[in-house]
């Protein structure tokens, strides 16, 4: 299946202290754990405290049709992680919120290796989904997420463990 994913967009490659060594296109850090590239995640919450799943897009090259945290993505050439954070949400779910940082953290997962920086928010909708990149979003609650780890992105899963939700 053909993907929707740049595999030239160029990603930030960094040591495991987090200091930027280099520049790796898409194609090349999913392919290859030993390139540590920096990522984001946004977790947002309900006013029912539910949280926001985003099923992913058919046509990602990671992890197709799984449900994953509310918006992510990689760190470009030349962002930091809150505009990354900010963009992300933009353009996956078209909203611009106030995001709340929580933490950073190292992730290796069974594809990629990542330095990941966790945003939080509060919302309630609505959402402007950008088709190519999410198939639907919906909240739901700590107890039904418990019940489709199979279901999660490994990448989500960790994120939720972090978090306490797991």
Same mark, same amino acid.
């Given at each position: 299946?053909?993907?929707?994913? !740049?595999?030239?967009?160029?990603? &930030?490659?960094?040591?495991?202290?987090?200091? &930027?060594?280099?520049?790796?296109?898409?194609?090349?850090?999913?392919?290859?754990?030993? *390139?540590?590239?920096?990522?984001?995640?946004?977790?947002?919450? !309900?006013?029912?405290?539910?949280?926001?799943?985003?099923?992913?897009?058919?046509?990602?090259? *990671?992890?197709?049709?799984?449900?994953?945290?509310?918006?992510?993505?990689?760190? !470009?050439?030349?962002?930091?992680?809150?505009?990354?954070?900010?963009? +992300?949400?933009? +353009?996956?779910?078209?909203?611009?919120?106030?995001?709340?940082? +929580?933490?950073?953290?190292?992730?290796?997962?069974?594809?990629?290796?990542?330095? =990941?920086?966790?945003?939080?928010? !509060?919302? =309630?909708?609505?959402?402007? *989904?950008?088709?190519?990149?999410?198939?639907?979003?919906?909240?739901?609650?700590?107890?039904?997420?418990?019940?489709?780890?199979?279901?999660?992105?490994?990448?989500?899963?960790?994120?939720?463990?972090?978090?306490? &939700? *797991?």
């Amino acid at each position: 299946m053909k993907t929707t994913d !740049n595999q030239d967009e160029l990603f &930030i490659v960094v040591d495991k202290n987090d200091k &930027i060594i280099g520049y790796r296109t898409r194609k090349d850090c999913h392919t290859d754990k030993s *390139l540590i590239h920096r990522s984001t995640s946004i977790v947002i919450f !309900n006013k029912k405290g539910e949280i926001l799943l985003q099923k992913r897009s058919l046509t990602k090259d *990671l992890y197709p049709g799984l449900y994953t945290v509310s918006a992510s993505g990689h760190v !470009n050439k030349g962002e930091s992680y809150t505009d990354t954070a900010n963009r +992300e949400i933009y +353009e996956e779910i078209g909203i611009k919120i106030p995001l709340k940082f +929580e933490k950073k953290r190292f992730f290796e997962g069974p594809l990629e290796t990542e330095f =990941d920086a966790i945003f939080t928010a !509060n919302y =309630d909708g609505p959402f402007h *989904l950008n088709t190519e990149e999410v198939e639907e979003v919906e909240y739901f609650s700590r107890e039904k997420i418990r019940n489709m780890i199979d279901r999660l992105t490994p990448f989500a899963q960790k994120t939720f463990e972090e978090l306490g &939700i *797991l």
